[in-house]
C-alpha cells in the first residue's frame, strides 16, 4: 500500500516538475529575450543579432537540426534608428521619453528651438487645412494639430515643416512599421496629460541614423519526423521588436514577442527528447524583421528551407504571455477543418476557456505563408490581465502566463493528431 501510495506520489511529482519545468525555462528565456542586453531587439546595438544568436544556441543545445546549411538565413531590410539621446522640452519643461512622448521612427535629424501653430481640425474640414498650408509659412515651425482631422494630416501633409505634434489621449506606444525611410520632418506624439494648456515652443535635440542593406536574420531549425519526414508542421513566431528610442528608452517586448519565442523554443525541445518524436518533421521559425513590416517572414516565404507543399500546417504564435479568456485563432474561420481540430481537442481536455475564430487578416507571420498556399494560422491568447502593448512596460516580470501551460499542451496534442 505504501509502495503504491510512494510510485503515485513520485509520479505526480515528477509529472508536475517536469511541466513545470517548461514554465520556468519559458520564463527564463522571456526574461532574457526582454532583457536591456537585447536592447529591444532591434536594430541599435545589433540587438537583434544578439537575441538571433541567443535562439540559434539554444536550438543546437536542444540538438534540433538546421534547415539550411546554417541555423540563420540572411535577409537585407533599410531602417531608420534613433541611437542617440532625445531631449525634448515644451515651453521649457522637459519631458520623459517613452512616458510622456514618443517620437515617430522614421524622423530625421533636428536640433533648435521652434515656435508652435495649432490647428483645432474640430472647427475646419479638409479643405480649410490644405488653406491653412497654403497661407501659412511653416518650414521653421512646428505644427499642433488637434482634433477630428488629425488623422488626415498624413495623407495631407504639408511640403514645408519643421515638425509635427500630436496629442495622444490613450496610453502612447512606438511602432517602427514606418522606419522604412525617413520622413521629411518628425512627428511627436505628447501625452494630453502632461500637455500645458497654451504650447509656444519646442526645444528639440534629435539625432536618427538611416541604415541600407542592414543584414537581419531568421532562425531556423527543425526535428526529423519518425514516420513522414518528408512532411512538415512548422511553428513559428517573431523574435524581433522595435529596439531602441533613443539612449534611453528601450521596448521589452515581453509578450510581443518574446512570449511566442519562447514557446517555439519550448517546444522544440519537448519535440526534440526522446519518445516525444512526432510523425511529421516540426519546423521552428523564429522570424526577424516583423515590426518592420512583416520582412522576415515575406522573404522566409518567398525563399522556402523546404518546399511549401511539404508544408502539411503552419502556427504561428504572436503574443501569447495571457489566456485568462482562451486564445483566438486568426484564419481559424477560412480553415474549418483545422480550427474544428483544436477545438475538439480543448473540448475534450478543457485546456483553455475558449477557443475563437477570426477570418482571414495579414496581422502577423502566417499571412505570408497562407498567401503562397500553406494552410497556415496565427494565434493570440486573450485576456485583461494583460494589455501592455509596444510600450516600455511590456516587461518579463510582469507578464502572467496565465495559460501558458495549456496552450503548450494543446499545441503538443495538434501535432500529435496529424
Not at 341 to 358: G, H, M, P, T, W
Amino acid at each position: 500500500m505504501y509502495k503504491n501510495i510512494f510510485l503515485t506520489g513520485l509520479l505526480i511529482f515528477l509529472c508536475t516538475g517536469l511541466f513545470s519545468q517548461d514554465v520556468d525555462y519559458a520564463r527564463s528565456t522571456i526574461a532574457t529575450l526582454a532583457s536591456e542586453k537585447m536592447h529591444g531587439r532591434g536594430y541599435v546595438k545589433k540587438g537583434e543579432l544578439k537575441a538571433a544568436k541567443f535562439i540559434r544556441d539554444e536550438f543546437k543545445n536542444a540538438g534540433l537540426k538546421p534547415l539550411l546549411d546554417d541555423y540563420f538565413q540572411e535577409f537585407d531590410i533599410n531602417i531608420n534608428t534613433l541611437p542617440s539621446k532625445i531631449d525634448l522640452s515644451i515651453n521649457g519643461k522637459e519631458l520623459k521619453a517613452g512616458t510622456e512622448y514618443m517620437v515617430s521612427a522614421s524622423s530625421p535629424s533636428i536640433k533648435g528651438s521652434f515656435e508652435v501653430i495649432y490647428f483645432n481640425s474640430d472647427e475646419a474640414d479638409k479643405r480649410e487645412l490644405l488653406d491653412f498650408y497654403a497661407e501659412n509659412d511653416l518650414s521653421d515651425k512646428f505644427l499642433l494639430v488637434a482634433g477630428k482631422l488629425k488623422d488626415s494630416i498624413f495623407k495631407y501633409r504639408p511640403e514645408n515643416l519643421a515638425g509635427l505634434l500630436l496629442y495622444a489621449h490613450k496610453k502612447l506606444i512606438w511602432r517602427v512599421s514606418d522606419a522604412y525611410q525617413v520622413s521629411p520632418f518628425p512627428i511627436l506624439y505628447l501625452k494630453i496629460e502632461v500637455a500645458p494648456e497654451k504650447i509656444r515652443e519646442v526645444d528639440i535635440k534629435l539625432k536618427s541614423k538611416f541604415i541600407e542593406d542592414y543584414e537581419t536574420r531568421n532562425v531556423m531549425a527543425y526535428v526529423p519526423g519518425k514516420k513522414n519526414p518528408e512532411k512538415f508542421i512548422f511553428f513559428t513566431a517573431h523574435y524581433d521588436h522595435l529596439g531602441r528610442m533613443g539612449r534611453d528608452v528601450y521596448f521589452p517586448g515581453a509578450n510581443d514577442n518574446a512570449s511566442g519565442t519562447a514557446m517555439i523554443m519550448d517546444l522544440a525541445r519537448h519535440f526534440s527528447k526522446e519518445n516525444n518524436e512526432p510523425d511529421y518533421s516540426v519546423g521552428f521559425i523564429a522570424f526577424g524583421g516583423e515590426e518592420a513590416g512583416l520582412l522576415g517572414s515575406r522573404y522566409s516565404a518567398e525563399h522556402p528551407p523546404t518546399d511549401l507543399e511539404n508544408i502539411a500546417f503552419l502556427v504561428n504564435l504572436d503574443m501569447v504571455g495571457s489566456g485568462s479568456d482562451g486564445i483566438t485563432i486568426v484564419n481559424g474561420k477560412v480553415l474549418p477543418d483545422a480550427f474544428q481540430a483544436f477545438k475538439e481537442i480543448n473540448d475534450e481536455k478543457s485546456y483553455l476557456k475558449s477557443v475563437k475564430a477570426r477570418g482571414e487578416s495579414c496581422n502577423s507571420d502566417h499571412c505570408m505563408f497562407y498567401k503562397q498556399g500553406v494552410p497556415a494560422v496565427f494565434i493570440y491568447t486573450r485576456g485583461k490581465e494583460f494589455m501592455e502593448y509596444h510600450n516600455p512596460d511590456d516587461r518579463a516580470d510582469r507578464l502572467p502566463l496565465t495559460e501558458y501551460e495549456d496552450l503548450f499542451m494543446l499545441l503538443v496534442d495538434f501535432v500529435n493528431s496529424f
